[in-house]
């Protein structure tokens, strides 16, 4: 049931998206440019218009370790909501690293390690890119270093101790040992870090090195194609055909490896993308070029930005706490191919442990946004009497986030209002 291939939706878009710019001269870059960082069989794959791309026997023999991931009807969770609506989840908090995140990892690790490569320097935000990649890099022999955005690193010890049970190096981002964090820890020595300083940091350290290359966990094209696998599982476990897709959305893997088969499978299917309130760059962002890091390492990205100056509030929900959003989703959402709402940090949790008590599975802080609003829409069905078929991803789950859980039980956990002047003041900053 493993699928074969992964699905490039590139070739099925009624356009293609805008180019990656280089800084410098604004023109689309090329596979030299992006060679510092990446193997040129990812970078095939980034810009490859094939649709369906076949997956390695070495990376299905890993994927076998916990693919595929079970689909299921969310009976208890309608039954307390009291809805005619059909509820059904994906779960791919199974993985060794509890997490969808695995789904490219190993893809990543395995042509980084087919290509000579002897090193990988990642970010992460939440940790379960980091634990995900440390993983994969052990699996093929590789060298692992990471970047943890520093609130993460504080708020989630166990998620950082994971990866170096993986065998990864660990960094609290900022950090000293780069260049990019040196600058930011003298402007801010308390900054809680953002992914776009921590990805400067991965960058700087990748390119510096000839054994060394870079590996990004969501927002690229390769890495939501690698993660289709959700999507393509589920189209064949699935008993009926949804009328909605809901994901979470930081950078959009997640959202894109469920809903990208649905998309070519179905034009009654709704998809919906949700984001958390106070890092909300589909609907407060802006459509432009930026880069995808705080220092200018990365080419210019055309996406829904909140400006790559952005410093996100220290929310649970670490791995949504990104300043743009895949240039690819983007371009999508201009299309007006799928819609995107954004919610508060406490009726996050608050679906949460209402899962948790119906459902048995305590989610990560990313999926409870798709969970509260697979709450929501089946309360209006509720309302109507619509009997909707709703799919959302149950992404990870939340064994090393249980002290968030814990703060909002004990009613200690805030939501973090965004005024528009930060998210103004960010945009200033977007390269000219």
Same mark, same amino acid.
């Given at each position: 049931?493993?699928?074969?291939?992964?699905?490039?939706?590139?070739?099925?878009?009624?356009?293609?998206?805008?180019?990656?710019?280089?800084?410098?001269?604004? @023109? *689309?870059?090329? *596979?030299?440019?992006?060679?510092?960082?990446?193997?040129?069989?990812?970078?095939?794959?980034?810009?490859?218009? %094939?649709?369906?791309?076949?997956?390695?026997?070495?990376?299905?023999?890993?994927?076998?370790?916990?693919?595929?991931? *079970?689909?299921?009807?969310?009976?208890?969770? %309608?039954?307390?909501?009291?809805?005619?609506?059909?509820?059904?989840?994906?779960? !791919?908090?199974?993985?060794?690293?509890?997490?969808?995140?695995?789904?490219?990892?190993?893809?990543?690790?395995?042509?980084?390690?087919?290509?000579?490569?002897?090193?990988?320097?990642?970010?992460?935000?939440?940790? @379960?890119?980091?634990?995900?990649?440390?993983?994969?890099?052990? @699996?093929? +022999?590789?060298?692992?270093?990471?970047?943890?955005?520093?609130?993460?690193?504080?708020?989630?010890?166990?998620?950082?101790?994971?990866?170096?049970?993986?065998?990864?190096?660990?960094?609290?981002?900022?950090?000293?040992?780069?260049?990019?964090?040196?600058?930011?820890?003298?402007?801010?020595?308390?900054?809680?870090?953002?992914? +776009?300083?921590?990805?400067? %940091?991965?960058?700087?350290?990748?390119?510096?090195?000839?054994?060394?290359?870079?590996?990004?966990?969501?927002?690229?094209?390769?890495?939501?194609? $690698? @993660?289709?696998?959700?999507?393509?599982?589920?189209?064949?476990?699935?008993? !009926?055909?949804?009328?909605?897709?809901?994901?979470?959305?930081?950078?959009?893997?997640?959202?894109? +490896?469920?809903?990208?088969?649905?998309?070519?499978?179905?034009?009654?299917?709704?998809?919906?993308?949700? !984001?958390?309130?106070?890092?909300?760059?589909?609907?407060?962002?802006?459509?432009?070029?930026?880069?995808?890091?705080?220092?200018?390492?990365?080419?210019?990205?055309?996406?829904?930005?909140?400006?790559?100056?952005?410093?996100?509030?220290?929310? $649970?929900?670490?791995?949504?706490?990104? $300043?743009?959003?895949?240039?690819?989703?983007?371009?999508?959402?201009?299309?007006?191919?799928?819609?995107?709402?954004?919610?508060?940090?406490?009726?996050?949790?608050?679906? +949460?442990?209402?899962?948790?008590?119906?459902?048995?599975?305590?989610?990560?802080?990313?999926?409870? $946004?798709?969970?509260?609003?697979?709450?929501? %829409?089946?309360?209006?069905?509720?309302?109507?009497?619509?009997?909707?078929?709703?799919?959302?991803?149950?992404?990870?789950?939340?064994?090393?986030?249980?002290?968030?859980?814990?703060?909002?039980?004990?009613?200690?956990?805030?939501?973090?209002?965004?005024?528009?002047?930060?998210?103004?003041?960010?945009?200033?900053?977007?390269?000219?």
């Amino acid at each position: 049931m493993i699928p074969s291939n992964w699905y490039n939706i590139i070739p099925d878009l009624p356009s293609p998206p805008p180019p990656p710019l280089h800084p410098a001269t604004m @023109q *689309p870059i090329g *596979p030299d440019d992006l060679a510092p960082l990446f193997p040129m069989e990812l970078i095939a794959q980034e810009v490859s218009t %094939e649709r369906f791309i076949p997956i390695p026997q070495e990376v299905l023999d890993v994927y076998r370790m916990w693919r595929p991931t *079970p689909l299921y009807r969310a009976h208890r969770l %309608e039954k307390s909501l009291g809805t005619p609506a059909r509820i059904y989840y994906k779960y !791919e908090g199974v993985s060794p690293a509890g997490s969808h995140k695995p789904n490219t990892a190993v893809p990543q690790a395995y042509y980084n390690a087919k290509a000579g490569v002897r090193k990988l320097t990642t970010e992460t935000g939440a940790g @379960q890119w980091g634990s995900s990649l440390a993983f994969a890099c052990a @699996q093929f +022999g590789l060298e692992c270093e990471v970047w943890m955005v520093r609130a993460s690193y504080d708020q989630k010890p166990y998620r950082r101790s994971l990866m170096r049970v993986y065998g990864a190096t660990v960094h609290a981002s900022p950090s000293p040992v780069t260049g990019a964090g040196t600058k930011i820890l003298a402007e801010d020595p308390g900054s809680t870090g953002s992914l +776009g300083i921590a990805i400067s %940091e991965a960058v700087e350290v990748a390119a510096a090195a000839e054994d060394t290359r870079y590996a990004l966990g969501s927002v690229l094209n390769h890495v939501l194609m $690698h @993660q289709t696998v959700i999507g393509e599982e589920a189209l064949k476990q699935l008993p !009926e055909m949804p009328d909605l897709v809901i994901g979470c959305t930081g950078g959009g893997s997640n959202f894109a +490896g469920l809903a990208f088969p649905f998309l070519r499978e179905s034009s009654k299917t709704k998809l919906r993308a949700v !984001e958390p309130e106070a890092c909300p760059s589909f609907t407060r962002g802006r459509y432009a070029y930026d880069y995808g890091d705080t220092a200018g390492f990365t080419p210019l990205m055309k996406m829904h930005t909140l400006g790559h100056d952005f410093v996100p509030d220290p929310i $649970h929900a670490g791995g949504l706490r990104y $300043h743009g959003m895949s240039p690819l989703l983007s371009h999508m959402y201009e299309l007006g191919m799928f819609e995107a709402v954004a919610r508060s940090q406490r009726e996050c949790f608050e679906a +949460g442990v209402h899962f948790a008590r119906t459902e048995g599975i305590v989610p990560a802080p990313e999926p409870t $946004h798709a969970l509260a609003e697979t709450i929501a %829409e089946a309360l209006r069905c509720k309302e109507t009497g619509e009997e909707k078929v709703i799919l959302t991803a149950l992404c990870g789950h939340a064994h090393f986030d249980l002290a968030a859980y814990d703060r909002y039980l004990s009613g200690e956990m805030q939501d973090f209002a965004l005024p528009q002047e930060r998210i103004d003041q960010a945009l200033d900053g977007l390269p000219g």
